[in-house]
């Protein structure tokens, strides 16, 4: 399953690369592009483990900017 979710106060490109890299690692995800210029985060993953994968995005993303928040619709 594909979705895109907004991405609320992130701040720079590096960040957004580190954020790309940490998502990549995580069990389930097949792609993740985080777009500093859209503002924007598109994360494929297993539909089976969404519930799972949610949390450690979430979690990512705080640990590189700890502002930055992952809006899910």
Do not use: Y
Not at 1 to 7: D, H, L, V, W, Y
Not at 58 to 66: G, L, N, T
């Amino acid at each position: 399953m594909k979705q895109i979710f907004r991405m609320q106060d992130l701040d720079c490109a590096n960040c957004a690369a580190k954020m790309e890299r940490k998502i990549a690692k995580i069990e389930g995800v097949q792609s993740v592009t985080v777009n500093f210029l859209a503002q924007k985060l598109i994360l494929e993953a297993e539909d089976a483990k969404w519930a799972e994968i949610l949390p450690q995005v979430d979690e990512a993303v705080r640990k590189v900017d700890p502002d930055c928040r992952v809006i899910l619709k």
